[in-house]
């Protein structure tokens, strides 16, 4: 697929939504995304032309609805990846009610409302990356709310998916499952993990192929493990 058109990415302004702006500007895709900071977004507009950039507050349904109602009816719309989420690496009994609820909400909700209000105005050829995670397949112990909003997000792609093949439709619905990366937001945890940049590459690899699940390093790993030994692949991301 020829990404010659208009890719709505949100939080680009850091980690894997950085790297994909820079990337997808770099072949001459243009970009709409958004961020709760306008500085950070003029910034990026500025060094990166064929981007713009939209302040939304994803933990804001009202907000979330608005931008996608815009994006929806931007020219040369082709596809969307919902990258934006984030996560308390808190036990779930120290997490406040309304960190609960914003964490859903940026997760899972966000995405769903913007898949919902694009979907009709994708072309035929067109597509929804939703970026998760191998906690949605084998959650660890400190981040329950974020490893069962990735869970739902997956949901969310097989569900749309079906949806579309009901509906005689060729917008494609991709899951990425994606390991531990380099980001502001795992700063500090863990190991082993990879840069945005070689993310960002293998995402639009996986929009430009025909797979509609697609593992990237060490979470192709864990899924091999978790369909022969389910148990096992919970028991090493426990204490993950």
């Known amino acids: 697929m020829k990404l010659d058109g208009l890719v709505v990415v949100t939080g680009g302004t850091s980690g894997i939504g950085l790297a994909l702006v820079k990337l997808l ?24 032309p064929g981007v713009e950039g939209r ?7 009202s907000a979330v609805d608005l931008f ?15 990258n934006a989420a984030g996560q308390d690496d808190l036990s779930l009994a120290d997490q406040t009610s309304p960190a609960i609820d914003r ?3 940026t997760n899972l909700t966000a995405p769903a409302i913007l898949s919902a209000r694009l979907i009709p105005h994708l072309p035929q050829g067109g597509f929804i990356a939703n970026l998760t995670s191998g906690l949605a397949i084998a959650p660890k112990s400190s981040a329950a709310v974020y490893c069962a909003t990735k869970a739902g997000l997956r949901n969310l792609s097989v ?11 060729s917008v494609r619905i991709v899951d990425v499952v994606l390991p531990l990366v380099d980001t ?7 190991s082993g993990k990879i840069s945005p940049e070689r993310v960002a590459r293998q995402i639009v690899r996986a929009i430009r192929g025909s797979s509609d699940e697609v593992y990237i390093g060490q979470a192709a790993l864990l899924h091999g493990i978790d369909r022969i030994a389910p148990g096992l692949a919970r028991r090493i991301m426990r204490r993950g």
Request: hydrophobic letters at 35%; a positive charge.
């Open 25 to 48: 500007t770099r072949t001459g895709t243009r970009v709409l995304t958004c961020s709760r900071h306008g500085g950070q977004l003029d910034t990026l507009a500025r060094l990166h």
């Open 55 to 61: 302040v939304v507050d994803l933990g804001d349904p």
């Open 68 to 82: 996608a109602r815009e994006a929806a009816s931007a020219p040369g719309l082709l596809g969307l990846i919902n």
């Open 103 to 105: 964490e859903i909400r």
């Open 159 to 169: 569900g749309a998916r079906n949806q579309m093949m009901l509906a005689d439709r």
């Open 184 to 190: 502001p937001m795992t700063s500090g945890r863990g």
